[in-house]
């Protein structure tokens, strides 16, 4: 059993800054990609940035340049540090990693999900 647990969200004006950390726990051999994702009331859920094992990093356009992503391998954990903020950020935003649990096994497990406000 894997688990993603995500922590920092809140509520926070304009202009401000939040950090999102989720770490993964469990049976885990390895963990390949990991990243964040965001779902607002009424829309599809959405890639918000992704880093590999290798430490490539991807980016939706409407955050680039606001939003770092980075990793601690050893914590297995991932961050998310969101500058300059505004209310269209405001969504659920949900941890994702690619985790090996076995040999022959690997599969996409999601956190619960943390809730971010932006207030105009």
């Known amino acids: 059993q894997v688990q993603l647990v995500e922590s920092g969200g809140g509520s926070v004006q304009a202009g401000g800054s939040l950090r999102l950390s989720c770490a993964a726990s469990?049976?885990?051999?390895?963990?390949?990609?990991m990243g964040w994702y965001r779902q607002a009331p009424g829309k599809q859920r959405e890639l918000v940035a992704v880093?590999?094992?290798?430490?490539?990093?991807n980016y939706a356009d409407s955050v680039k340049g606001r939003f770092t992503i980075s990793r601690d391998s050893a914590k297995k954990s991932v961050y998310l540090q969101m500058n300059s903020l505004a209310p269209e950020d405001t969504s659920v935003y949900y941890c994702?990693?690619?985790?090996?649990?076995?040999?022959?096994?690997?599969?996409?497990?999601w956190g619960q999900g943390t809730q971010v406000t932006v207030s105009s």
């Open positions: 994702n990693a690619n985790v090996r649990t076995s040999f022959w096994n690997s599969r996409d497990y």
């Open positions: 469990g049976i885990i051999v390895s963990i390949d990609g």
């Open positions: 880093v590999t094992g290798g430490g490539q990093t």
